[in-house]
């Protein structure tokens, strides 16, 4: 019944899919999205859609997959680019700022959605769970970096150091997208976030940045 | 029909179906929890229930005045305690270690689930607005006796430390809760976030606590 097609025509429609998705998760939320709603924003056929994933569930899982990997490269990227840590976690700050100033961007709390819609379920949290192990594992990696090379001279256990600014981070991106940016005052949040991360780490600027 | 009840019978069924629907929350979510379950649980009639709310939506708006009574409560009591604002302010990070320690105490992360899961609805997010601009006058207006008793000289503008505290905190409870409060070193990073406030505020501390 189902034409031949080629992997790589599988590979596009596979994440034609996931890309819709992630637009109808975007503009209705994820609670409130149907598969239904999924299949009306592929313009494919029902059949052809549940060929690919079942469940919004399933696709929900590949998106995450997807954004762990994201960050992971962000973080490789970092540690082959040549720049100093400190300027390195500034640039990601400052990112984050963008981000959050734009308001069509609205992933993130896709996930949180995600996440605490289910925080009951079991499988929900181990995965929450993993999210955060992962995250924190990508993060603490290039800190220490900054350690090694004789950057950060940190006032308390590195490992800690990470998880508060973990914390922080999605904190403010909660109360960006909740608030409104204006209302959080992000920017200058971020400036003061930044001066305590210099003290916390004891930054020594190898490039001599102030 | 309704056998005619005297304004306190009212109010203490009132109170009960508000505590039952809060036991139902926590124990199987609000996205998950109908009006069904908290009939259940309050063991009164449907039609008695029904007498006081409608929804579960309802019901949950009254959990949440309630609590933002809670810490409007509470730092009055700080504020006429005779403490030093900054040892108000360990007392209350204190608690909130104790609190995030106690994993029967999830009514926050209830309320955050209300939040996300109608993050894409008008009325919700008003409220959250609503919820973030009280709690955050809450606490300004108690930092802001610190200042003026002259125990703090804050580095920055007092509305943007004030502003980092409430998001820091959010996302150590969101991270706790879903992580796990070990894998979160919540008593670590509490205790450098002390250290970090203590110096960001420029502490002169009246009682010569160090």
Redesign the interface.
């Known amino acids: 019944m189902t034409p031949k097609i080629s992997e790589s025509e599988k590979e596009k429609r596979r994440m034609h899919i996931i890309q819709s998705a992630g637009e109808v998760f975007k503009?209705?939320?994820y609670?409130?999205s149907t598969m239904q709603d999924i299949v009306d924003e592929t313009e494919m056929s029902r059949g052809w859609v549940y060929l690919y994933f079942s469940s919004k569930d399933e696709i929900m899982k590949v998106i995450l997959a997807e954004n762990d990997k994201e960050t992971e490269a962000q973080i490789k990227n970092l540690l082959t680019s040549g720049l100093s840590v400190w300027k390195g976690l500034c640039g990601l700050i400052d990112m984050m700022e963008q981000q959050l100033s734009n308001a069509s961007d609205e992933l993130p709390?896709v996930i949180?959605?995600y996440?605490?819609?289910?925080?009951?379920e079991q499988e929900r949290?181990s995965m929450?769970?993993e999210h955060?192990?992962k995250q924190q594992a990508y993060l603490v990696h290039y800190l220490q970096k900054g350690v090694e090379d004789g950057e950060f001279n940190p006032r308390?256990?590195l490992?800690?150091?990470n998880?508060?600014i973990?914390?922080?981070?999605?904190?403010?991106l909660?109360?960006t997208?909740?608030?409104?940016i204006g209302?959080?005052?992000v920017k200058?949040?971020l400036r003061?976030?930044k001066s305590?991360l210099k003290?916390?780490l004891q930054v020594h600027d190898l490039e001599g940045e102030s």
């Open positions: 503009r209705k939320g609670v409130n709390i949180y959605e996440f605490i819609s289910g925080w009951k949290r929450l769970e955060y192990k308390v256990d490992d800690v150091i998880k508060m973990t914390s922080y981070f999605e904190g403010v909660l109360h997208k909740a608030a409104g209302n959080v005052r200058e949040q003061l976030f305590i003290e916390v």
